[in-house]
């Protein structure tokens, strides 16, 4: 069982680097007439290899951790520090504390007997109690009103499209799948492809 929880953040975490990708210029135009590219933090563009819809991406099932369900809301939370907030600490510290519950063979039952799991704090065992108590988050129902995370969440979906070129077509009031295809003239013709076969992102990230 340890092996496979291993596998599976060694999987979740550490994907192959997006071909698109350029190390060698941080922030470019792609051409008098096209879009133009914003340019990122490296640090930021490093650690950013993917980005899923929220909610998507689940720990075990209730089957073989029972945990599950604790693990799911804090890859949530995590997903979003990342790919709305680009917040890496927290999104270790969430991304941690679902690993360490994922490992346990028991189910957790207090945020108190939290505490005393190595990777989770003050912060996280409150949101495991009020979890308990009312069955969801304020901070995670807080978070998917967010118009704005909803809208990257929305526009990731297609392959080529990273969480900056996102905030670029939010500013210029795109913040849907449907808007995009009425505005393919902002697209690459690497993004066109992507919305117009209806596939999901492959960690390509909007950079030269």
């Not at 953040?9 to 190390?23: C, E, G, M």
């Not at 933090?41 to 073989?64: C, E, G, I, Y």
């Not at 990342?82 to 945020?111: D, W």
């Not at 949101?127 to 990257?152: N, P, W």
Request: aromatic fraction near 8%.
């Amino acid at each position: 069982m340890h092996y496979f929880i291993n596998l599976f953040f060694t999987v979740l975490i550490v994907l192959p680097q997006s071909k698109s990708l350029d190390s060698s210029a941080s922030g470019v135009q792609r051409s008098k007439s096209g879009p133009k590219w914003v340019t990122l933090d490296p640090h930021w563009v490093k650690q950013l290899k993917f980005v899923n819809r929220m909610s998507k991406r689940k720990a075990t099932s209730p089957d073989n951790n029972p945990n599950h369900d604790f693990c799911d809301f804090l890859f949530d939370l995590a997903d979003y520090e990342r790919t709305v907030n680009n917040n890496m600490f927290k999104f270790k510290a969430y991304k941690n504390a679902a690993a360490a519950l994922a490992a346990l063979p028991n189910r957790i039952n207090s945020g108190t007997e939290a505490l005393s799991i190595k990777g989770i704090g003050k912060s996280i065992a409150k949101k495991i109690d009020e979890f308990l108590s009312t069955g969801k988050l304020r901070k995670l129902d807080s978070i998917r009103e967010d118009s704005t995370g909803q809208a990257i969440a929305e526009l990731t979906r297609v392959s080529g499209i990273g969480p900056a070129k996102a905030k670029e077509l939010i500013i210029q009031g795109i913040t849907t799948i449907e808007d995009l295809r009425n505005r393919e003239d902002l697209l690459t013709h690497h993004q066109i492809i992507g919305l117009r076969r209806g596939l999901p992102s492959c960690g390509d990230i909007d950079v030269l």
